[in-house]
T-cell receptor
Framework: NAGVTQTPKFQVLKTGQSMTLQCAQD?????MSWYRQDPGMGLRLIHY???????DQGEVPNGYNVSRSTTEDFPLRLLSAAPSQTSVYFC?????????????FGSGTRLTVV | DAKTTQPTSMDCAEGRAANLPCNHS???????VYWYRQIHSQGPQYIIH???NNETNEMASLIITEDRKSSTLILPHATLRDTAVYYC?????????FGAGTRLTVKP
């Protein structure tokens, strides 16, 4: 049981480049989300999805796109990378949505934009 | 949204109980209190959660006051590996918002 798998673990981008951060879970979880964590700070919610075909914005959605075509996968796309997007990105999943369900997190993708 | 207040940092001697407080005075009746921790720069790890009753699992105990305005996470016998940032979160539907947390340092 792999849980939540994020790829790549590390990435360096040049300003203006695009890329997709991958997130996959094998727990048949309905809910998935993306967070970013800047140095010395807590996690901030970027986007989330309560099921295949449904996505919504979190606290800091600008500059990021998401889609949810399958239950297992929830990729995060950076269309035109900026240095302000240098951060550690975490994907999380949950068995349901609502106040009761806790999250399982991936190990993170460390992104540097130069 | 209910928000939480935690001390910025705490120290604890190895082998002693670590008691981490959290205030959540605006919590609503159906909102759960969650505790996560983050070791180094790893992904946050779930510890425990509760609604209004005290909870215990293999990692920790959670004590919630009767008015639900505050809670305490207890690590009964802290080890050096418990050094981490501990987050107290009140979850509102789809929103799990992380504050700055408490940096717990367990000292030999």
């Amino acid at each position: 049981n792999a849980g939540v798998t994020q790829t790549p673990k590390f990435q360096v981008l040049k300003t203006g480049q695009s890329m997709t951060l991958q997130c996959a879970q094998d727990m048949n979880h309905e809910y998935m989300s993306w967070y970013r964590q800047d140095p010395g700070m807590g996690l901030r919610l970027i986007h989330y999805s309560v099921g295949a075909g449904i996505t919504d914005q979190g606290e800091v959605p600008n500059g990021y796109n998401v889609s949810r075509s399958t239950t297992e996968d929830f990729p995060l796309r950076l269309l035109s990378a900026a240095p302000s997007q240098t951060s550690v990105y975490f994907c999380a999943s949950s068995g349901g949505w609502g106040t009761y369900y806790g999250y399982t997190f991936g190990s993170g993708t460390r992104l540097t934009v130069v | 949204d209910a928000k939480t207040t935690q001390p910025t940092s705490m120290d604890c001697a190895e082998g002693r109980a670590a008691n981490l407080p959290c205030n959540h005075s605006t919590i609503s009746g159906n909102e759960y209190v969650y505790w996560y921790r983050q070791i180094h720069s790893q992904g946050p790890q779930y510890i425990i959660h509760g609604l209004k009753n005290n909870e215990t699992n293999e990692m920790a105990s959670l004590i919630i006051t009767e008015d639900r305005k505050s809670s305490t996470l207890i690590l009964p016998h802290a080890t050096l590996r418990d050094t981490a940032v501990y987050y107290c979160i009140v979850k509102t539907n789809n929103d799990m918002r992380f504050g700055a947390g408490t940096r717990l340092t367990v000292k030999p």
